[in-house]
C-alpha cells in the first residue's frame, strides 16, 4: 500500500469512528475532547472520546482492520438499541473496488490527503443534521465483510504463541464473531415492515484505492423507536438521515 494512503487511511478511520459515537450520542457529550484533534484541516474540532479503553479499543480496531484490509470489502460502524439489540443505523464504507496503477509511489500525500479530507467533511456534515438521540439507548458494533479469510476460530495453540505479534494475530482472530447479512434487522415491526433509507455520502478515490462511503437508517411507520429518537419517528416524521 501507498505510504501516503496508509497513514491518511488510519486516521480518517479513527475519525470516522469517533465522529459516529459522538454526534449519535452512544457515550456521554462530556466523555469527549471536542477542542484539541482538528482533522484534515477542517474548521471545526474532530471530537476525540477520552476513556482510556475507548481509545484503545478504536486504535487496536483500526490497526486490526488494516492488517486484513486485502481480504476485507465492507466495514460497517452499527448503532444497535440497548433495549432490544436491533440495527436502527449503519455508517458503511465498502472496499469492493481497486484499481490497477502501475506504481503507487507517483501517488502524493496531498491528492490523498483532499480525498480523505472531502469524504470526513461529508460524514461530519451530515451527523451534524440528525435527529438527536436519547442518552444511554445505543451501543455500536463494528461489522467487516471479508472475502477468502475465516475468522474467530482460534485454532493455533496459545501456549506456542512466543512474541508478542503472534499473540496480536491470535487476538485478532478471535475478537470476530461471525454473524449473517442481516442479522439485527427484525422481519417486523408494528403492523408494515420496516423500511432502510440509505444516503450516499462522499467517499475516497485515490490510485488504487476507491471506498464508496454512505449511511443506512431503519425506518418504522408506528411509534416503536420513539424512546430512542429525541423527535418522533411516527408517520411523516421519519428523520432526516
Aim: contains cysteine; glycine residues 4%; proline residues 3%.
Amino acid at each position: 500500500m501507498n505510504i501516503w494512503i496508509e497513514k491518511w487511511l488510519k486516521i480518517y478511520l479513527k475519525c470516522f469512528i469517533n465522529s459516529i459515537l459522538y454526534h449519535r450520542n452512544v457515550y456521554p457529550i462530556d466523555s469527549f475532547d471536542i477542542t484539541t484533534y482538528q482533522a484534515f484541516n477542517l474548521p471545526q474540532f474532530t471530537p476525540m472520546n477520552r476513556h482510556p479503553e475507548v481509545q484503545e479499543y478504536i486504535e487496536e480496531l483500526v490497526l486490526d482492520i488494516l492488517s486484513k484490509l486485502v481480504h476485507i470489502y465492507g466495514i460497517s460502524v452499527c448503532l444497535v438499541t440497548k433495549d432490544d439489540n436491533i440495527c436502527i443505523e449503519r455508517y458503511v464504507l465498502s472496499f469492493d473496488e481497486f484499481r490497477h496503477v502501475d506504481d503507487v509511489n507517483t501517488i502524493t500525500e496531498s491528492e490523498v490527503f483532499d480525498e480523505f479530507r472531502s469524504s470526513f467533511n461529508s460524514l461530519t456534515a451530515h451527523l451534524e443534521k440528525l435527529d438527536r438521540i436519547r442518552d444511554d439507548t445505543v451501543e455500536f458494533e463494528v461489522i467487516i465483510n471479508t472475502m477468502e479469510m475465516e475468522l474467530g476460530h482460534g485454532n493455533r495453540d496459545i501456549e506456542r504463541l512466543r512474541s508478542q505479534k503472534d499473540k496480536f494475530e491470535f487476538e485478532r482472530d478471535i475478537n470476530w464473531t461471525k454473524c449473517d447479512e442481516d442479522e439485527g434487522l427484525p422481519e417486523n415491526i408494528g403492523i408494515f415492515k420496516p423500511k432502510i433509507k440509505m444516503s450516499s455520502l462522499v467517499g475516497c478515490d485515490v490510485g488504487p484505492l476507491i471506498i464508496r462511503n454512505h449511511c443506512e437508517k431503519l425506518l418504522v411507520s408506528d411509534n416503536s423507536l420513539n424512546n430512542v429518537y429525541v423527535t418522533s419517528q411516527s408517520g411523516n416524521g421519519l428523520g432526516s438521515l
